[in-house]
């Protein structure tokens, strides 16, 4: 761990963490839509924390810490500070969709949680990032804004772990 900074995790702790929650619920769920729930539910638990974190953060470091407040800012804020404190990086892309102006993506063409895990054969079609797509989901919700969000694999020819987290707002 020697050269990261204090607030950095190892790759290889996320590997072996993530794949482990994966491991000890596949063992309790009867399907991949009940797998990807759950790791949706997790996701979730982790970005309340994550925006409790920063809050505090922003609160510690000014009197009147600045809060996002429109919906635009707040998506802003999970491509950019959520993401680089998670993934050590930002999100690639933060799109809104031209045929429904309430839907909304925000695409990471190498993201940390597919690369890190392998993933068996027979469960080719999980999406481990819908744990991702949970913690988005957490911080929308924490600035009153609901929304369904799912994870979705959009590889391409360069990156093959390409995936988008649609946002459809309700």
Known sequence: ???????????????LLF???INYNLNRVDGIGELESKLNW?????????????????EGASRNPKQPTTLIEVLQMVHTPIWKSLFNK?????ERSKENSNEFMITDN?????RSVC???????????SFTAGIVESVLDGF??????????????QHPQRTTILIKLN
């Open 144 to 157: 009153n804004y609901k929304a369904t969000v799912s994870a979705h694999s959009v590889p391409t020819s």
């Open 42 to 58: 997790l996701g979730y638990r982790v970005g309340q924390r994550q925006l409790e974190l920063m809050r505090w953060r922003a």
């Open 119 to 129: 993933i068996p054969s027979d469960l080719k079609n999980l999406s481990t990032e």
């Open 19 to 21: 794949g482990e929650i």
């Open 1 to 15: 761990m020697e050269g990261l900074k204090s607030q950095e995790v190892a790759l290889g702790s996320w590997a």
């Open 110 to 114: 190498t993201p940390l949680l597919s």
């Open 90 to 94: 930002p999100a690639d892309s933060l």
